[in-house]
């Protein structure tokens, strides 16, 4: 609740006499503090004791007050004179509206009503401000909204201590209240005379806006502070989550790049394997003319150059040194070294270890000038075809 001040603008007075201008005043926004009388502190942590349009808890209430005496029923009255259409005026001692107020949240709108005047002339502006301003329905909504409102004639009972209290002015008299302790209240404004309904609306809206700006500027320093240190932990938490979630992704991406690594890893070792390993239809068919379909298959891995560990072929003796480059049908290129007293017969024999699909029956052709060597010329000797220490022979399928 925002400190008290003592700071309080004069009212302006309302000239009295038939010919006298219509005046009113309203103070600034000043907070002044004033003590009530025992007599209206006494029940402050009682509960309403008469009718309330507001829906009760269901807790149980301590003791009730006495009853209201019947001239205390200020809103019984206030209907009897200018009809049922008012703000909702809380039919209990004042100290139970401030309870009311402080358990909502909401400031109190305190309605002092003098229509007899205190000088015994009468006051001239309380019919008109009753009906014209507080029984408006902008005013009415307003107040049912925003206050608690409570109401008391100025002669009697409650509203006699209010006035000795609070000491208006000139009537009609409002003012909007909030406790402070259990015996003090503060005044937040004061409205002395006659307004418009719109004015008193701007009044009071005004009073709400200054005093929540007023609340949010009181805030102790220790509460300040821990609303920082929560906002600061609430992104250091954030922040943290982020970098989380970064590292899984991160670490999802590189196990997902590894598993594509070894997968292609496998992939090319199988592809080796495979092109390494002679077909077993190589020794059940003839592949080259003189071959016999029953020779055997250790023969020809035999006589079939070695592969080393890193899946090239080696050269099967140790001196070879007449280097043949085979072209087959498929564009595909492949260079093995013999020695020059081999046949042609090793060079087959080389070819049907490849394993290379789709070669069917063949003959080796060398392309210029053109010859070819086929079942006739298996065992000549690579030095006497004229191979060494080089040459270029071509794949010929056969029908």
Not at 81 to 99: K, M, T
Not at 229 to 258: C, F, I, N, P
Request: net charge positive; with cysteine.
């Amino acid at each position: 609740m925002p400190s008290p001040t003592s700071s309080a603008s004069a009212a302006a007075r309302g000239s009295a006499g038939a010919g006298d201008t219509l005046r009113n005043s309203c103070h600034d926004f000043a907070r002044s503090l004033a003590r009530l009388p025992a007599s209206i502190m006494d029940g402050l942590s009682r509960s309403m004791a008469r009718r309330s349009r507001r829906p009760r808890d269901t807790q149980p209430h301590p003791p009730l007050p006495p009853p209201l005496l019947p001239e205390e029923l200020f809103f019984a009255e206030f209907e009897r004179r200018y009809g049922g259409r008012h703000p909702f005026f809380y039919g209990c001692r004042l100290a139970e509206a401030l309870g009311i107020a402080r358990r909502e949240g909401r400031l109190v709108f305190v309605y002092l009503h003098d229509a007899g005047g205190g000088g015994g002339g009468g006051n001239p502006y309380a019919d008109q401000f009753c009906t014209g301003t507080l029984c408006s329905d902008v005013v009415v909504e307003f107040l049912d909204a925003n206050f608690v409102s409570w109401g008391a004639v100025a002669g009697r009972g409650e509203g006699a201590a209010m006035v000795a209290a609070l000491r208006p002015g000139s009537f009609p008299f409002c003012a909007v209240v909030s406790p402070v302790s259990g015996e003090s209240i503060v005044v937040l404004q004061q409205v002395e005379g006659p307004v418009s309904p719109s004015e008193l609306v701007d009044i009071l809206q005004r009073t709400i806006d200054e005093q929540r700006a007023s609340s949010r500027q009181s805030w102790p320093d220790e509460q300040l502070a821990a609303a920082v240190r929560a906002s600061r932990a609430d992104e250091e938490e954030r922040m943290r989550s982020v970098a989380l979630r970064l590292r899984q992704e991160q670490d999802a991406a590189y196990l997902e790049s590894l598993r594509k690594d070894q997968e292609k890893e496998r992939s090319r070792k199988s592809v080796q394997e495979g092109s390494a390993k002679p077909k077993a239809s190589n020794g059940l068919r003839p592949r080259y003319p003189g071959q016999s379909a029953r020779e055997p298959n250790k023969a020809a891995q035999a006589r079939a150059p070695a592969q080393n560990q890193n899946g090239t072929v080696a050269s099967h003796r140790a001196e070879a040194n007449t280097k043949i480059m085979i072209r087959f049908p498929n564009g595909e290129r492949r260079q093995q070294a013999f020695h020059h007293t081999d046949t042609i017969r090793e060079i087959y024999r080389y070819v049907d270890s490849l394993g290379i699909p789709g070669i069917g029956n063949y003959q080796l052709v060398r392309s210029y000038p053109r010859k070819t060597y086929g079942r006739q010329q298996l065992e000549m000797s690579l030095q006497d075809a004229g191979f060494y220490p080089s040459v270029t022979l071509y794949i010929e399928q056969l029908q």
